[in-house]
């Protein structure tokens, strides 16, 4: 019998760790995370040093951007459905159940009342095509964001019982005057206190 | 070895030597290469940070006002903000200003220094005998028509650094469009 030979070894390293650590990060990054939601316009806030948190529950998002267009939305899908109700009776528009549902899944639109069943029918990805969204009336003539504000208002308190807070997420390019619009038009409703939506600033 | 070993080698039993056998290796490294890649698609895709906020408390914007408070001149500290991120303070009444009116910008060495400085320069100031500690400063900021959001974020956020606790955003006057030139 011949010389049984020391098998060689491969010049290869270990994956059998490497695996364990990358599906390890996988799970925590799964786990931890939620999903981006799409925007309706991309919005780039303004810095700031502040480490408050936007709070999660109660709380209405006011968006400005693209030169005063305004777009809203409601956190909570359950009070979404209620808002939606709400204007449907105020503008005697009947929403079907599945409309409503459709609706309590868009995180934010900005399309006058007398569109937004279209933009209801539309899939979420065609939703968000750029220039779809113009935004929500908010002049003196056609108020309709006073309207969605009141309701949404009404809805929070009637569902969860609290006041309802607004966010203002403004575009750090957006003219302060259709800041100062948005806010007016919220403090005649006795709104007076807000979250400014702003970015991470260094130091 | 880029292998798991599942112990092939040994499996001969009866201690005669055999040709040597391959071992029944599974090849990880086509499995790290795709644990690595849904790791880079789930981080890119979603949002670990919330948003910051900034609280902002408006006063109530009564029609009719009662009793219109006075303050005091020596404690207001006006910035007005301007387009082309333009930015005027001065202290007390534009038309006897105390200090100013001056151009400032918006960065750490010019705004927030002057911020700082009055915080601190106001309550020396206005001591009395009655009140040792002074008077708080009162920050107004008066945005104009071509100011962008960002500059107001900004002076709001030098007003938190200098935790200025009295402020106000109030409407711009005819007089501070002049000195801005608009």
Same mark, same amino acid.
């Given at each position: 019998m011949a010389k049984v030979k020391m098998s060689k070894k491969a010049t290869?390293?270990?994956?059998t760790a490497m695996c364990d650590v990358a599906f390890l990060l996988l799970t925590f990054f799964i786990l931890t995370a939620t999903a981006k939601q799409p925007e309706v316009v991309p919005v780039e806030t303004p810095a700031s040093t502040v480490q408050v948190k936007l709070p999660d529950t109660d709380l209405a998002v006011i968006t400005i951007a693209d030169s005063g267009k305004v777009y809203f939305g409601v956190k909570a899908p359950n009070v979404r459905e209620k808002t939606l109700q709400l204007i449907g009776e105020k503008y005697s528009i009947q929403f079907t159940p599945e409309e409503t549902k459709r609706f309590g899944l868009m995180e934010e639109f900005g399309v006058p009342v007398n569109q937004l069943k279209g933009l209801i029918a539309l899939s979420s990805s065609d939703r968000n095509a750029e220039g779809l969204q113009k935004g929500i009336p908010h002049d003196s003539?056609?108020?309709q964001l006073t309207e969605w504000v009141k309701a949404a208002r009404n809805a929070n308190a009637e569902v969860n019982e609290k006041q309802l807070n607004f966010a203002i997420k403004g575009d750090?390019?957006?003219?302060?005057p259709e800041i100062k619009k948005v806010i007016d038009l919220l403090q005649k409703q006795q709104v007076n206190k807000f979250n400014l939506v702003t970015g991470l600033r260094g130091e | 070895m880029a292998q798991l070993d599942t112990g092939g080698g040994k499996a001969d039993k009866g201690g005669k030597v055999r040709s040597k056998k391959q071992n029944s290796n599974v090849d990880l490294t086509a499995m790290v290469d795709l644990a690595f890649l849904l790791i880079t698609f789930f981080m890119l895709t979603t949002s670990l940070s919330k948003p910051q906020s900034m609280d902002l408390a408006m006063p109530?914007? !009564?029609?009719?006002? +009662?009793n219109e408070i006075l303050i005091s001149e020596n404690r207001t500290m006006n910035l007005v903000l301007g387009g082309d991120n333009k930015l005027k303070m001065y202290m007390g009444?534009? !038309?006897?200003?105390? +200090?100013?009116p001056k151009d400032l910008t918006y960065s750490k060495e010019s705004l927030r220094k002057e911020v700082l400085e009055k915080v601190k320069s106001v309550p020396m100031a206005t001591r009395t005998t009655k009140k040792p500690e002074g008077e708080p400063l009162i920050i107004l900021i008066k945005a104009s028509k071509k100011s962008t959001y960002k500059n107001l974020v900004d002076v709001l956020d030098e007003i938190a650094i200098g935790k200025v606790q009295v402020y106000a955003i109030v409407d711009i006057v005819p007089q501070e469009l002049e000195l801005l030139g608009e």
């Open positions: 290869a390293v270990d994956m003539l056609n108020d750090a390019k957006e003219q302060f | 109530d914007k !009564d029609e009719k006002i +009662e009444q534009l !038309d006897k200003p105390l +200090e100013g």
